[in-house]
């Protein structure tokens, strides 16, 4: 955000206490120009985090690997994002394994952008070990896939078309409801980001009951770490992610937990009442 730095000096001259949250650092592929923009940014961060009251982050761990997060980490507060989910209606999530499945092949979800972070790659990568147990397997996508501030799609477009049969790509959906279903239609849903803050859209998918496979890294592994429902692999390695796939598909009773378990443990309420004492504080001067 350009106006970071605006906003602090802004509040100063106001005499307004500010509370951040901080949903993630900014990653962007290597490059001279990259490299001035994450720099620049960083810098216009520094004076907000430095004035602000408190710093939200959404969980010790990636706070504990941020580099934005790391300087300020005496005034690091951790507040689990606010997740709401309608349930899914199963009706439409068994017409939508109807529709992308191929002979009762399991459908693996993937939920974000596809951009290099989040190394969609890697996902499209492990069919060739998903293959050897599940060959009418299907990935489906759902997010934008063809991203105009990076090339990664068509950097990985010769791999989406070795795999074509079994992409199915559906674009940007913002209605919650039809995320529910989508979540519900699938067997599993697979994070393989390099970087994440912490996914929201695992949490999503394991209130509809689905098990999430995801990578071992600051943030990501918060989720499966916290309620068991999935498991963690290296990231950047398609063999590993593969065969966890195949286990949490051929095993999924073994990690689906109820939805009552997920809701306390991400618990809505909980949040709010956080956040408002953080409010309180901030409001009264009070550091803690």
């Known amino acids: 955000m350009l106006e970071t730095a605006l906003i602090a000096a802004e509040a100063k001259l106001a ?10 650092d900014l990653v962007l592929p290597d490059g001279l120009v990259n490299r001035f923009i994450k720099t620049t940014m960083f810098e216009l ?13 959404y969980s010790h761990d990636y706070a504990d690997h941020s580099y934005y ?45 596809f951009v ?33 501030y990076e090339d990664t799609w068509e950097t990985h477009y010769e791999l989406t078309r070795q795999y074509s049969d079994q992409l ?24 393989p980001s390099d970087t994440e803050c912490l996914g929201l859209v695992q949490v999503e998918a394991m209130l509809c009951g689905t098990p999430v496979v995801n990578t071992d890294i600051p943030g990501a592994r918060e989720a499966v770490r916290v309620t068991g429902m999935g498991c ?21 009773e073994k990690y689906v937990k109820p939805r009552a378990e997920i809701e306390q443990a991400y618990n809505f309420q909980e949040t709010i009442d956080r956040y408002e004492r953080v409010f309180r504080e901030a409001a009264g001067g009070i550091r803690k």
């Open 69 to 113: 997060a790391r300087p300020f980490r005496d005034k690091v507060s951790v507040i689990y994002p606010p997740v709401q989910m309608p349930a899914p209606n199963p009706e439409r999530a068994a017409r939508l394994r109807a529709i992308w499945g191929q002979n009762g092949g399991p459908i693996i979800g993937y939920a974000g952008r």
């Open 45 to 57: 961060y520094k004076p907000l985090a430095r004035y602000a009251s408190r710093v939200v982050a």
């Open 232 to 252: 963690t692999v290296p990231p950047g390695d398609p063999e590993a992610l593969g065969r966890a796939v195949v286990d949490v598909v051929a095993n999924r």
């Open 15 to 24: 005499g307004k206490p500010v509370v951040v949250t901080h949903h993630g």
């Open 168 to 191: 199915v790509f559906l674009g940007l959906h913002d209605e919650m409801q039809f995320m529910a279903d989508f979540y519900a239609a699938c067997d599993v849903l697979v994070l």
């Open 116 to 148: 290099e972070e989040k190394r969609p790659d890697v996902l499209i990568r492990a069919l060739a070990t998903i293959n050897q147990t599940y060959p009418d397997a299907r990935i489906v996508f759902a997010g934008e896939y063809d991203i105009k």
